[in-house]
């Protein structure tokens, strides 16, 4: 399927866990420009805020590699704990974040010293993390034990440890920070936390059409920059989901292709990028049409993505 011309970031980045690779598409014209080799398993992955970096969590290496994202050279490998899945840029752009599954914590990294700052205990096998928008809270999921910790950062002490469904694996705070929004994949469902409770206001179920009930499996969640759509992307259902952040009702379903993991939304919040975990490749999808409009091959195993802006 080919691209449709469209403006906006040029550049989409992927992580590609079953090949150890980052593959670089230009999304303009809907092909695939580059592709280097990483670390191991590689999953979580950002830019820098200037830009000039990627960070990518080489899970299986035990660090967050630093790699110039014009060539993809390694620059550094910063120490990140044990089996890094996810990370968290700190809002002044000082640490990141960052979960290891195999430690039960959450490790700070201090990006100017490159190094390890502190950690703090959390529960089992810690997947999804963040940082919500006025820096007050770090957020951890713990899968096995099916909860969530609060951590406050000017403490960096665990508050509080709330109850969710099944394996919550991504955790994303809505753009104005009042709520944060929280995907348990076993539980096939994503709650809708009010930050200021700590409690659980909303849990949004999913029906696309044509899946199996136990291929869905919320994941990845992205909202549009005016906060008005969240995106989920629903695992082996191969669907995403558009939802309305105000009735917290699903609008529609998007066939993208096959398991689609995490997604990246442009800043204009028109489109949104889907790594499709199974088929190898990126679903370029219009948000207002709710239509792919292009499929582009990656490396195997596409797991994250992150746009140049």
């Keep these: 399927m ?33 592709s280097f080799d990483v670390g191991q398993r590689p999953r979580g992955i950002l830019l820098s805020r200037d830009g000039k970096y990627l960070y990518i969590c080489a899970s299986l290496d035990n660090v967050v590699e630093v790699r110039d994202a014009k060539t993809g050279a390694l620059v550094a490998a910063m120490p990140a704990g044990n089996d890094p899945e996810q990370f968290f840029l700190s809002p002044d752009g000082r640490y990141l974040f960052v979960s290891n599954e195999d430690d039960a ?12 700052a502190w950690q703090v205990e959390v529960g089992e096998e810690p997947e999804g ?24 950062l000017a403490t960096r002490q665990t508050i509080a440890q709330i109850a969710t469904d099944a394996r919550p694996r991504h955790i994303e705070f809505t753009p104005d920070g009042r709520h944060v929004w929280i995907a348990a994949e076993i539980g096939q469902t994503v709650h809708v936390i009010d930050v200021a409770t700590r409690e659980i206001i909303e ?3 999913f029906a696309p059409p044509g899946a199996m009930a136990y291929k869905v499996l919320p994941c990845g969640i992205r909202f549009t920059p005016d906060g008005k759509t969240a995106v989920i992307a629903l695992g082996r259902a191969d669907a995403i989901a558009l939802v309305d952040t105000m009735s917290r009702k699903v609008r529609s379903y998007v066939k993208t292709g096959g398991r689609p993991w995490h997604l990246a939304i442009t800043a204009d919040g028109t489109r949104a990028v889907v790594a499709n975990g199974t088929s190898d ?18 490396g195997q195993g596409p797991w994250g993505v992150v746009l140049a802006e």
């Design 2 to 34: 080919p691209a449709a011309a469209q403006t906006g970031p040029s550049i989409a980045y992927v992580s590609n866990e079953r090949d150890s690779t980052v593959s670089v598409i230009d999304l303009a014209s809907g092909t695939l420009i580059a």
């Design 105 to 116: 914590a959450a490790t700070a990294i201090d990006l100017d010293a490159r190094k390890v």
């Design 281 to 298: 490749d990126v679903a370029v999808v219009d948000l207002a049409s709710g239509k792919v409009t292009a499929r582009i091959p990656a």
């Design 203 to 205: 849990t949004i179920t």
């Design 129 to 152: 993390i963040a940082v919500s928008p006025d820096g007050k809270w770090l957020l951890v999921a713990s899968e096995e034990d099916n909860s969530v910790s609060w951590i406050d």
